[in-house]
Every structure is written in C-alpha cells, then in structure tokens.
C-alpha cells in the first residue's frame, strides 16, 4: 500500500492505495466516482476516459500514483444535471445513446477535442474517436451529437 493525494474535479483526496492500483480503480472504488467505465482494461476501447491536465487519458492504463500533482476531471467533473457540459446536452440532444455504456469516454474525448480544437473538421473528429468503440454501433448518432456540440 502507498499514500496518494489526487486532485479530482477540483478537490484533493488523500488515499491509501495499492501500489498496483489504476486510476481508474481508485476513481471507481474509492471516489466512488462511476462516470469512467471498465470496459478492456486494456487501453484499448476508451470506456475509462478520463481527462489529465485537460488532455483525453485511459485510466484503466495509469498507474494512480502517476497522476499525483496533476488535474483529474472525470464525467462528474465535466458538468452535472443542473449545469450539463454542452458536449453532455448535445449527446443527450442527439439521443446519442443505445446501451450509453461507451459515452463517458466518447464525451470525455470529444470535450477535450473541442477545448483544444473549437471547430474541428469532420475528419479531426472521426480521428479523435477512433480509439474509442461502441458496440451497439451507434457511430452515426454519435457523430451527430459531436456536430450539434460544435454548432
Ligand atoms: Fe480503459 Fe478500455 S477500459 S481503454
């Protein structure tokens, strides 16, 4: 075990931790924090996108530790009912969602896009999401909502 303190979505957390321990563990386990989802573990489908100093991350990959001193924001961080993030009231907009379990990583991804890149070409945003997959297929909606976000 090891001694942590994150910075997630603007508040600091001190943590005893498994020396092995993701980020993606600590956010879902400890933080209690859902938004990031487990999908290969692997790096691979985006599921567990998170953002790290504002640039689109894959928790399930990060050691914990590894993000000490630096700005964690996750899906909850990003906007809530009450003051959704306009990436969030486009998805929601655009009825983007099937099963909704491969959306945090793709608003995740698609916010960090647009703050870097306001008015991304249709190509730059197929490129940003290509890493992140859903199973039922819904690229087309998915697409959609990105377009109504970047309006
Ligand atoms: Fe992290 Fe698939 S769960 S990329």
Known sequence: MRDIVLEVNGARHALTVDRSATLLQVLRHDLHLNGPKYGCGLGQCGACTVHVDGMAARACVI???????????????????????????????????????????????????LAHEPRPSAQAVRDALAGNLCRCGTHVEILAAVERAVA
């Open 63 to 113: 050691p914990a530790a590894q993000v000490q001193g630096r700005r964690v924001t996750t899906l909850e961080g990003l906007g809530d009912r009450a003051r959704p993030h306009p990436v969030q009231s486009a998805f929601i907009q655009a009825q983007a969602a099937q099963c909704g379990y491969c959306l945090n990583g793709m608003i995740m991804t698609t916010a960090a896009l």
